[in-house]
Every structure is written in structure tokens, then in C-alpha cells.
């Protein structure tokens, strides 16, 4: 079953802004992570954020989470054309199976 | 480290006929998963194993797949026989625990004429 919803499904944007992608759950989880995938790549993972933090930055990115409302959302801050791919965001849940569930993911395209 | 190594990278089958695919870990990693992505039904878990030993296999769509983890370095994904709609990019990743990140291989992109 799907566990993340990404939105918007694709987002295109210039070369120096900042772009966000949220994602959406239903359960309660452990943790939530994203992922980013090149064309014809497998997923590289970019963040964790546990269920108890807030917000999290690495480089230029920053996740933050709201469990109340079940989302999550990436900002990617000063875009490059290099960051031009696919992202998924996947959560591991408190119950049921130890596995990691992802959604349909956004692809986003920066134009340089 | 050279992370997750899969093989072969492309394999174009015609119906019918057995496939195996091949998967090498990150040493050390005690998590082993198997993905299915496709298009239309996106990112799909088949099976998952802790120490060399399948804990979730829910997502293997029919009896026509298996999956094997002999050791600690090596998986196997089979379909046999396989059909037209088993088309899709299988990839295998591994994780160092449960619940933290997964390290992903290039996939192999399967074809069944």
C-alpha cells in the first residue's frame, strides 16, 4: 500500500531558486527519509528525520516534519541544474512490517 | 566501499524463460531488500532479509518469483517463467539496521518480450 504521497508529482523551476517538495503519510512512523534518483540511477539516500525532531538541514537542503498532520516537506535552497532528478520521500513505521514504503515521488527539472 | 553491486545491468529475455538477478551488498550490512519500480505502480518492496534470512516476502506479486540470500554476500531475485509484466527495473539495496538508510545498486532493467 502506498504510505507517502509526493506533491506536487512534478515541479520545474529556474536555476537558483529554491524549490519544495511535501509528502503526506497515514500511519504513524518511526522515521521518515528522502531520497533523490538520477535517470537510469537507483536512489541515493539525502535525510533522515526521526518522528521526534522537527527539522533537519543538510547542505542545502532542509526537511522538516509535522507529525500532527502527518507531512513532511524537502527545501532545496539556491537550485542547481545538478539537482535535476527525481525525489521520493519514504517513511518506516512504528507497527507492523520493519519496512521502508515509498511514494510515486516528484520530479523536479531545473532550467538552467 | 563500492556499495551495492547488481548484475547485469540490462537483460532482455523472451517470454517464458527463467531469470535470475543478482545482487552483492555493502559489507557489513545486516538488511537486504529487493525492489520492483515501474512507471505505473512506482516503487514496489518484494521481499526483504535480516542476516541472510527472508522476514517479508508479502510483496512478491505470484509464485513465479523467488528470492535466495545464501550468505551474507550474495541474493538472488528469480522469475520463472517469466511474462511481458515482469518488465521493470529491479533493484537491490542494503541497510546497515532496520529503519535506517537504505544504500541502493544501479538496478537491472529487465525486459520480457
Redesign the interface.
Known amino acids: 500500500s ?1 504510505q507517502g504521497e509526493e506533491d506536487p508529482q512534478a515541479l520545474s523551476i529556474q536555476e537558483g531558486e529554491n524549490a519544495t517538495m511535501n509528502c503526506s503519510y497515514k500511519t504513524s512512523i ?2 521518515l ?1 528522502w ?1 533523490r534518483q538520477n535517470s ?6 539525502l535525510i ?1 528525520i526521526r518522528s521526534n525532531e522537527r527539522e533537519k538541514h543538510s547542505g542545502r537542503l532542509r526537511v522538516t516534519l509535522d507529525t500532527s498532520k502527518k507531512s513532511s516537506s524537502l527545501l532545496i535552497t539556491a537550485s542547481r541544474a545538478a539537482d535535476t532528478a527525481s525525489y ?1 520521500c ?1 517513511t ?1 513505521r512504528i507497527q507492523g ?9 516528484t520530479r523536479l527539472t531545473i532550467n538552467p | 566501499d563500492a556499495g ?1 553491486i547488481q548484475s547485469p545491468r540490462h537483460e532482455v529475455t523472451e517470454m517464458g524463460q527463467e531469470v535470475t538477478l543478482r545482487c552483492k551488498p555493502i559489507s557489513g550490512h545486516d538488511y537486504l ?1 529487493w ?1 520492483r519500480q515501474t512507471m505505473m505502480r ?2 514496489e ?1 518484494l521481499i ?1 532479509f535480516n542476516n541472510n534470512v527472508p ?2 516476502d ?1 510483496g512478491m506479486p505470484e509464485d513465479r518469483f523467488s528470492a535466495k540470500m545464501p550468505n551474507a554476500s550474495f541474493s538472488t531475485l528469480k522469475i520463472q517463467p517469466s511474462e511481458p509484466r515482469d518488465s521493470a527495473v529491479y ?1 537491490c ?1 542494503s541497510s546497515l539496521a ?10 537491472t532493467r529487465l525486459t520480457v518480450t
Open positions: 502506498q518511526n522515521n527519509q531520497y537510469g540511477r537507483g536512489l541515493v539516500h533522515l521520493f519514504a518506516y512490517a520493519q519496512k521502508l514504503v515509498f511514494g510515486q515521488g | 551495492v531488500f525492489y512506482g516503487l518492496l526483504y522476514i517479508d508479502s533493484f539495496a532496520g529503519g535506517l538508510a537504505l544504500h541502493f545498486g544501479n538496478g
